[in-house]
């Protein structure tokens, strides 16, 4: 008991290692589980424009604006350039219009005058670009054959609402499960860092040269103390995964609870366990503390930024996806990404995740069968 | 003596491999993360091709527009090219979506025009405003014909009818350039462990080296600048090889003259350095705990300007500006910024003059801490 209990008031030594990134993963879940809520209906997406108008808010030029405004988020941002530059560098809008002065009186006299934009070159800009020129296409045919603006206005109106139907077919709200995927994604590098940091801190505080001689002399058997260390270091890992299953099941409410829920929270448990052979394995080779805290930066971060933590996979370059397969994280987050996409779940369809959960296991081997051969290296040493 | 000092807090400093891995090893290796993670994120934003399927039915067949303009936008050959479209039966269509093969499928009814998509999102929405379009031409076809214009005339109304639309957006605009420029803010921040350990060596009440150094009849202030310059130069070194990595490897763009990129890291590093010693003299902690808070202040510091999330920056500068002035990491990462994106200096210098003015705050606070120490007893 003495040992099991020394090992949890070690890990109570460490408790601000765990409180910050159990804050960090709610601080990032938290911005991104708080947009828009469960649609199975079929919500267009709005680019965020800016529109800056120095000409009178009057017919053509109104009615510009109004269909902007309809179919864009269009912000409000205080006419300051560096507010506005600010804005376009961070994605806050995706696309500016300058309507120049005299733009309705050249529109009439059939000038079709040049619209400054500025651009982000993305998606939502592209989306925006095409929603401004459509407007001005139909716009320019009416008024080429077309005298009053008034009728203008009201032809350009019709043409414009012609919209086709469109319908979700997809049963599986996917929104929520992408929340999840999102939550268990990040929760990799919170798992990781808290399991292999504290765990090299508390293995190493037993390897202290002088607490180690004591123990040796003790009248406890080592085969018994390696034993209790073993429980006790299990207990801590299932202690975190269950802390982290509850939050998420504050964060993301029912949606967890489903069979997909589920297997995400066992390969959440999966990836614990590996992480605990990390940690172990780590441990046998340095005893200094302030070298652990390195590798484990290295380590837990490394594997966040290559696997796609932190950064969606889709969005990795292929090379540095080819070469995070020798990582553990990058089968961990692969079966959350294949979780996400399946639409139902039977025997058949969960195989290949079955099979990536089977590699974390093989991997855990590994790192335990590379561990017990340091370790016998170092008693030779000694 | 000056010298002297100077060459062996320098030893010192080289030696310690621990505060070496933190200032020279650590901001390369996460400089090589950010690269193999973000280089590609602005790329994959841009459009792609997308994937669609149409039903082959009779009423397609009557489409002339339709089959025109679709035929004309999955054209390989075409600039502006937007889709690839499958022509097939609709349980196949059905098949291919459920599959996520494609984007949506479209069916055409009598009257109207039905799209099948999986999910809400950018291609959808796209698709759809494609869609719209034609419907759109359709009916500006059919107003026209009824003030008895003619349909040849029509067509080519449509067809020549330009769009003019001035880019003028400023040619620097890549964002994920604002990680490396928190990369750099973290290193100069980072430095501080440096000054912090050589101030903690010569400190009486924190090291057996700092009682012996204090009772000898040397001027402390002489002593302490010497091993502080020697701190600043491995942290300038350090720094140097950061930024040849980054401008060399990474190709990261600084994209301003190099003597405004020089100053703002020296004064960055100062910034660092100055950061370092106060919190060894203010807080009379053990040295775990120092490193604890400057750890922690480095790492607050970058979050709020933008290391874990590039829009943490612009939330904070836009809703809380006054929390991102006080923050030397910002200083930093924002005076890169207006390096890059802005044309003028007035940004710049505000940011050279705030780092200017935390590090005389931190030192003169540092410095009252430190001289005319006594003690009765250690």
């Known amino acids: ?382 | 003596m000056f010298s002297h000092n100077f060459k062996y807090t320098l030893k010192i400093l080289l030696k310690n491999k621990i505060l070496l891995f933190w200032t020279f090893a650590f901001p390369i290796l996460l400089g090589t993360f950010f690269h193999m993670a973000f280089s590609n994120i602005e790329n994959s934003e841009k459009l792609k091709i997308i994937k669609i399927a149409i039903i082959n039915n009779e009423n397609y067949q009557k489409e002339e527009l339709f089959k025109n303009t679709f035929t004309h936008l999955s054209d390989k050959k075409n600039k502006d090219r937007l889709f690839s479209v499958t022509y097939t039966n609709i349980e196949k269509a059905k098949k291919l979506l459920e599959e996520k093969k494609i984007t949506g499928y479209l069916i055409f009814e009598k009257e109207n025009i039905k799209i099948k998509v999986n999910e809400n999102g950018i291609n959808e929405t796209i698709l759809k405003n494609i869609v719209d379009e034609i419907n759109c031409n359709q009916d500006i076809i059919k107003t026209l014909l009824n003030k008895n214009i003619h349909y040849q005339k029509i067509q080519n109304i449509i067809t020549q009818n330009e769009v003019k639309l001035n880019n003028i957006t400023s040619k620097n605009l890549s964002y994920t350039m604002i990680e490396y420029y928190t990369l750099i803010a973290m290193t100069c921040l980072y430095g501080g462990i440096l000054s912090m350990f050589i101030t903690n060596y010569k400190l009486a009440n924190t090291s057996s080296v700092g009682k012996r150094t204090s009772i000898s009849p040397i001027h402390k202030l002489k002593m302490l600048l010497a091993s502080l310059l020697a701190s600043y130069i491995v942290q300038i070194i350090g720094i140097a090889i950061l930024f040849m990595y980054t401008i060399f490897v990474l190709k990261v763009n600084y994209s301003s003259p190099i003597p405004y990129i020089i100053l703002l890291a020296l004064l960055g590093s100062l910034a660092g350095l100055s950061l370092g010693i106060s919190i060894a003299t203010l807080i009379k902690k053990d040295e775990n705990t120092k490193t604890g808070i400057l750890i922690s202040i480095t790492m607050l510091g970058c979050f709020l300007s933008g290391m874990m999330g590039i829009t943490m920056k612009y939330i904070i500068d836009k809703n809380i500006p006054i929390l991102n002035k006080i923050n030397p990491a910002n200083m930093i990462t924002d005076g890169f910024y207006s390096l890059y994106y802005y044309d003028t200096l007035n940004r710049y210098v505000l940011n050279i003059v705030s780092l200017l003015l935390f590090s005389i705050c931190m030192i003169l606070l540092s410095y009252k801490g430190l001289r005319r120490q006594k003690y009765d007893s250690i």
């Open chain 1, 1 to 382: 008991m003495t040992v099991f209990k020394t090992y949890f008031k070690i890990v109570k030594k460490y408790k601000g290692m765990i409180l910050l990134y159990t804050i960090l993963l709610i601080l990032f879940s938290g911005i991104n589980l708080s947009t828009n809520d469960n649609n199975t209906n079929f919500t267009k997406e709005k680019p965020n424009i800016l529109i800056i108008n120095k000409d009178e808010n009057i017919g053509i030029t109104k009615n510009l604006i109004h269909y902007l405004k309809k179919n864009t988020n269009t912000k409000e941002i205080e006419n300051k350039e560096q507010k506005i530059k600010d804005a376009l560098f961070y994605r806050d809008i995706n696309y500016i219009i300058y309507i120049k002065e005299n733009y309705r009186k050249d529109i009439l006299d059939g000038k079709n005058p040049k619209i400054d934009i500025k651009t982000t070159k993305d998606y939502n800009a592209t989306l925006a670009s095409q929603i401004l020129t459509r407007y001005i296409k139909v716009q320019n045919i009416y008024v080429k054959n077309m005298q009053n603006e008034q009728e203008i206005i009201k032809n350009i109106n019709k043409s414009l609402e012609k919209q086709a139907k469109i319908e979700i077919t997809s049963k599986i709200n996917t929104t929520q499960i992408e929340k999840m995927n999102l939550y268990f994604n990040f929760a990799s590098y919170s798992l990781m860092a808290i399991i292999i940091f504290i765990i090299c801190f508390i293995l190493t505080s037993f390897k202290n040269k002088n607490i180690h001689k004591r123990i040796t002399i003790s009248s406890m058997n080592y085969k018994k103390h390696n034993r209790i260390i073993r429980k006790a270091s299990l207990l801590y890992v299932f202690i975190v995964w269950i802390l982290f299953s509850l939050l998420g099941l504050i964060l993301l409410k029912d949606t967890l609870l489903s069979i997909r829920g589920i297997i995400y929270m066992v390969n959440a448990l999966v990836f614990a366990f590996c992480s605990l052979t990390i940690a172990i394995m780590i441990s046998s080779l340095t005893n200094n503390k302030e070298a652990v805290s390195g590798i484990v930066n290295v380590v837990s971060l490394g594997q966040a930024f290559l696997c796609g933590a932190f950064v969606p996979t889709q969005w990795l370059p292929k090379n540095v996806l080819t070469l995070a397969h020798i990582l553990p994280t990058y089968w961990y987050i692969q079966t959350n990404e294949l979780l996400k996409k399946l639409e139902i779940i039977n025997l058949k369809e969960i195989k290949p995740i079955l099979l990536n959960m089977l590699i974390l296991i093989l991997f855990s081997i590994l790192f335990i069968i590379i561990n017990n051969q340091i370790s016998k290296r170092k008693q030779k040493i000694e």
